[in-house]
Nanobody, 115 residues
Framework: QVQLVESGGGPVQAGGSLRLSCAAS????????MHWYRQAPGLQRELVAV???????YYSDSVKGRFSTSRNNAGNTVYLQMNSLKPEDTTVYYC?????????WGRGTQVTVFS
């Protein structure tokens, strides 16, 4: 059973930075693509970033140039570095991974950007 735990969220002033972490119960990130999503209440879930197993990345247009994702050498933690945060980035952020056609999600971490 894979468990994902996000951390690092909290309140931050607009223009500031936060680094989210997603810790896994095993070294799974080296061989699987990892996704960061966010979802505000009443709104559709948005794919924010992808860290592919080969090391390539994808970012949505809304965060491109401000967010970056990476993983540690052990392959059990991925990060989402968020810079130049805006009030519209306020929402809950989730990490997600698909292993053998099974989706695993963390419980999310709240990010609140105030102006």
């Amino acid at each position: 059973q894979v468990q994902l735990v996000e951390s690092g969220g909290g309140p931050v002033q607009a223009g500031g930075s936060l680094r989210l972490s997603c810790a896994a119960s095993g070294s799974i990130f080296s061989n699987n693509d990892m996704h960061w999503y966010r979802q505000a209440p009443g709104l559709q879930r948005e794919l924010v970033a992808v860290l592919y197993s080969g090391g390539n990345t994808y970012y949505s247009d809304s965060v491109k140039g401000r967010f970056s994702t990476s993983r540690n050498n052990a392959g059990n933690t991925v990060y989402l570095q968020m810079n130049s945060l805006k009030p519209e980035d306020t929402t809950v952020y989730y990490c997600q991974i698909d292993i053998n056609y099974t989706d695993y999600w963390g419980r999310g971490t709240q990010v609140t950007v105030f102006s």
